[in-house]
């Protein structure tokens, strides 16, 4: 049986498809979205609209915009020869985030998977070794998750790349910043005590 | 410093405001949604603003609808001369859901609360009287939540009821079905036991 009207009881539906949202927490999202109607549902909905009708992939790079290249595509000051290479747009945000990294992106959109039949040509891969000559790139930094399929795609893509006679590198690994050795992996040990520096 | 364009920054801004919601698990949604343009963004930006446009609060009750009345008000059946007093529509939704209350509600919005200056106006409690007569109540059930906040409203409406001769109930307090006896509270075990049953 149903508690509300159609329509709110569609909206709970639907947000409770969202990651971080199950039924009762969408439910109680809706009841506070009717509640602030003029402060948040509206505005909500207008811009859900806007992006619903804007949004698009970079053909160029994956990553996400409004516009058919991304806004770092586009930009002439990100053409340092550099290109830093990531599983997803989150990912892309998290280094921007981080203001450290001035080149372009490549966003391959997830990881390479044998089960899941992902193959090089749906994580962008050639495109990428075309952007290597088109875009004159001389680095390209493999940034992806330290994870078993994130390190076997990483692998695949530097086989590509090798005869192109670039710089390869990936991020390094060691200790978080804030870290305790104490709540570390020993994984992340070894590799940090492997690749240790001279003080 | 900003990662995606403005509309995307925009509506991860708004997405955030909600319950449960975080600006990092904000992100990750719109990220989601925009992966899933034609299954769910474009649905829920729809749905959104036909709540926007059409939700609104019945004059009666309170209960959250999409008319002047809600659904439940408007239907004859639920005319048995019962009122159930919730806090909020999430409890009025709760109650819909156990479907063992065929009677109307009155939604309160809140509890009393003197240091917000919430008062029995703005918790609708003087349109509650009025009900009374007009819609020929006999018995009025307080399914107020067991806080202090809670129980201290329902003592106040059941003051303000009882001039007018019906019946006012609330609750029984006691053992949840299928709670056990040791991740019980005092105060449950104590309410339990002072109105233990005959079997």
Redesign the interface.
């Known amino acids: 049986?149903t508690?509300?009207?159609r329509?709110?009881e569609?909206?709970i539906e639907?947000?409770a498809?969202?990651?971080?949202?199950g039924p009762r927490?969408a439910?109680?999202?809706?009841?506070?979205?009717?509640k602030k109607?003029g402060q948040?549902?509206?505005?909500?909905?207008d811009?859900?609209?806007?992006?619903?009708v804007?949004?698009r992939e970079c053909v160029n790079c994956g990553n996400?915009?409004?516009s058919e290249i991304c806004?770092i595509c586009a930009s002439a000051k990100r053409a340092n020869g550099e290109i830093c290479v990531v599983e997803?747009?989150?990912d892309?945000?998290a280094m921007?985030?981080a203001?450290v990294f001035r080149g372009r992106y490549h966003v391959l959109g997830g990881t390479l998977s044998a089960l899941d039949s992902i193959g090089p040509e749906e994580l962008r891969i050639p495109r990428l070794v075309e952007r290597i000559s088109e875009e004159n790139i001389s680095e390209v930094i493999l940034a992806l998750n330290a994870t078993i399929d994130g390190q076997t795609t990483a692998h695949y893509i530097a086989e590509q790349l090798e005869p192109l006679g670039i710089a390869v590198t990936s991020l390094a690994q060691g200790v978080p910043v804030g870290g305790e050795l104490d709540y570390l992996d020993d994984g992340t040990i070894t590799a940090a005590l492997r690749a240790r520096k001279a003080l």
Chains 1, 2 share one sequence.
């Open positions: 049986m508690q509300a009207p329509d709110i569609d909206l639907l947000m498809r969202l990651p971080g949202l927490s439910r109680r999202a809706v009841l506070h979205l009717i109607r948040l549902l509206m505005p909500l909905a811009t859900m609209q806007n992006v619903a804007t949004a996400v915009g409004t806004e997803d747009v989150a892309l945000w921007e985030r203001s």
